[in-house]
C-alpha cells in the first residue's frame, strides 16, 4: 500500500510544471520540508563475529526545518536544516521481521548549484525491533540505530525535489545489554521532498 | 482508585506537552530604539504649494553586495511618502512622469541591509536541540538580526540637494517549531518601515524647503493637508501574534 502512495505522489511531481520565473528555489529560514524515502538494507559484515546477513526495504517519512540562510560564498555555501526522521524496516533476511525507530535529524544543504542540491546528513535515535532476539550479533529488541550518509535533491519546482542518496546505517543497543556486536548496512535510498 | 492514579500523570503529561508545544511555537520580533530618533513631527502646509514627487532611484545592498530592489520594498516606501501628504502626486521613475516644465522633488534612496543569520548558532543549538529528542526545544532561541542603514537624497526642482540618513534594527527570536519565512519577513518589513519613518521625519521637519510658496496668495480660500509620519513604535512583538493585528493604528 505503502508503496502505491509513492508512486502516485512520485509522479504526481514528476508530472508538475517546472516554473521557469524563479531561477532558483529560495529556501529560507524557516521553511519546512516533509519527504519520503524509500530504500533498501545492504548488510556489511565487518567482523568475523558479524555472520547476519540482514536485509530489507525501509521506509523513511521525514520532517524537517531550515535554520539557517545560505552560508558562504564559495562551493560550500550551504544551509542547515534540522527534523526528525521515522524509520520502518521490513527485514527480508534472515527472517521477515520488523523494526522501527525515530530519529532526530542534521543536514548541512550545499546551495551553490541552483536546482541540484547536494547534503550530507546525520541522523541517530531510539531504534526498535524484534529481529535481534533472533540473531547472535544483538540479543534485546530495544535498540539505537545511528546513519551518515550523503545525497543529491533535484528540485523539479521550487517545492518539490528528486532525492537521492547512500547511507551507512549501524544499529546496536549501547551497551544496555550484551552481545552488542551491532549490525551495519548500506542504505541506498530515493524519494521526494516538498517545501513549504 | 485507578482513576486517581492515572489522573495525575496524565494530567501532568499533558499539561507538560501543552507548555512545551506552545513555548516551542512562540517567537517573537525587538526593535532596537533608534538613538538618534526624533519625536514626530506634523506641520500644516497650503495644498496648492505642494509639488509632486518624482522617485528617481532606489538603491539597495545586501551585506555589502547590490541587489536588485524588491518590488514590494518600492511599494513599501511610495506607500510611507505618500502617506505623509507633504507631496502632490508621486511618481516612479520608469513609470508615467511630471511633465518637464513643472517644479518637482526628485528624490533618491539608498539601503544598505545588514543581516545577521547567526547559522554558525543555529546549526549548533540545532544539534543540542536534536540530541535533546526535542525536549530542549522550548527552552533554546534562535536568533536572526537585521540591520538597514537608508540615506535619502531629495533634490528640489531649482537644484538644491539635502540629504538625509536614518538607521533602524532589530532581531527575531524563535523557537525551533516557531521558525517560518513569515517570522524574518516580518521582521524585515518592521525595520524598514521604522528606518523609513525616522528619514521621512527628517523630511517632515524640513518641508517649507518642499513646497512652492510658504505663503498663500491673498483673497484666495486657503486649503491645507496636515503633514506627518505614521511612526510605528519600536518595541517587542507578542509571542506569535500577527504584526497586522498589532500595528499601532
Known amino acids: ?196 | 482508585m485507578m482513576g486517581k492514579i492515572f489522573s495525575r500523570p496524565l494530567i501532568g503529561s499533558v499539561l507538560a506537552m501543552i507548555l512545551g508545544l506552545g513555548t516551542g511555537c512562540s517567537h517573537w520580533i525587538e526593535l532596537a530604539v533608534p538613538t538618534d530618533a526624533a519625536p514626530p513631527t506634523s506641520a500644516t502646509v497650503a495644498t496648492d504649494a505642494r509639488v509632486p514627487l518624482l522617485l528617481e532611484t532606489i538603491r539597495v545592498t545586501h551585506n555589502g553586495s547590490s541587489i536588485a530592489p524588491p518590488t514590494i520594498l518600492e511599494r513599501q516606501v511610495l506607500g510611507v511618502i505618500e502617506a505623509t501628504h507633504l507631496f502632490s502626486q508621486h511618481y516612479q521613475s520608469g513609470y508615467s512622469q511630471p511633465t518637464a516644465d513643472q517644479a518637482r522633488v526628485t528624490m533618491r534612496l539608498s539601503i544598505d541591509n545588514l543581516v545577521e543569520p547567526h547559522a554558525g548558532q543555529a546549526a549548533w543549538r540545532g544539534f543540542v536541540i536534536g540530541a535533546s529528542m526535542f525536549t530542549l526545544a522550548p527552552f533554546i532561541s534562535l536568533n536572526y538580526d537585521y540591520g538597514a542603514e537608508m540615506s535619502l537624497e531629495m533634490e528640489r526642482w531649482d537644484g538644491q540637494i539635502k540629504q538625509y540618513t536614518a538607521t533602524s534594527n532589530g532581531s527575531a527570536h524563535y523557537n525551533l517549531f516557531g521558525a517560518s519565512p513569515d517570522v524574518i519577513e516580518q521582521l524585515k518589513g518592521q525595520v524598514t518601515e521604522a528606518c523609513l519613518s525616522s528619514l521621512l521625519n527628517q523630511v517632515i521637519q524640513d518641508s517649507i524647503f518642499y513646497l512652492t510658496s510658504s505663503e498663500q496668495p491673498r483673497g484666495n480660500p486657503i486649503r491645507t493637508v496636515s503633514v506627518g509620519v505614521r511612526h510605528s513604535s519600536p518595541r517587542a512583538i507578542p509571542m506569535s501574534q500577527p504584526i497586522a493585528d498589532s500595528s499601532p493604528r
Open chain 1, 1 to 196: 500500500m505503502l508503496v502505491y502512495i509513492f508512486l502516485i505522489t512520485l509522479m504526481a511531481a514528476l508530472t508538475s510544471p517546472i516554473y521557469a520565473a524563479e531561477p532558483t528555489p529560495k529556501i529560507t529560514v524557516g521553511t519546512q520540508e516533509v519527504g519520503l524515502s524509500v530504500g533498501y538494507l545492504l548488510p556489511h559484515r565487518l567482523t568475523q563475529d558479524h555472520t547476519t546477513k540482514q536485509e530489507g526495504i525501509v521506509f523513511m517519512p521525514s520532517w524537517m526545518m531550515t535554520l539557517s540562510d545560505p552560508i558562504g560564498n564559495s562551493w560550500y555555501r550551504g544551509q542547515v536544516s534540522l527534523g526528525a526522521e521515522m524509520v520502518y524496516i521490513q527485514f527480508q533476511e534472515p527472517f521477515v521481521t520488523h523494526g522501527v525507530g525515530f530519529t532526530p535529524k542534521i543536514k548541512y544543504t550545499f546551495a551553490a548549484l541552483d536546482r541540484i542540491r547536494p547534503y550530507a546528513e546525520f541522523a541517530g535515535g531510539p531504534f526498535w525491533t524484534d529481529l535481534t532476539g533472533k540473531i547472535p550479533e544483538e540479543s534485546g529488541q530495544f535498540n539505537f540505530v545511528l546513519s551518515a550518509g550523503f545525497g543529491v535533491s533535484y528540485f523539479l519546482t521550487d517545492q518539490a525535489a528528486l532525492n537521492i542518496g547512500y547511507r551507512f546505517q549501524h544499529i546496536s543497543n549501547g551497551g544496555t545489554q550484551y552481545p552488542n556486536i551491532g549490525l551495519n548496512a548500506s542504505l541506498p535510498y530515493g524519494g521526494f521532498s516538498f517545501f513549504y
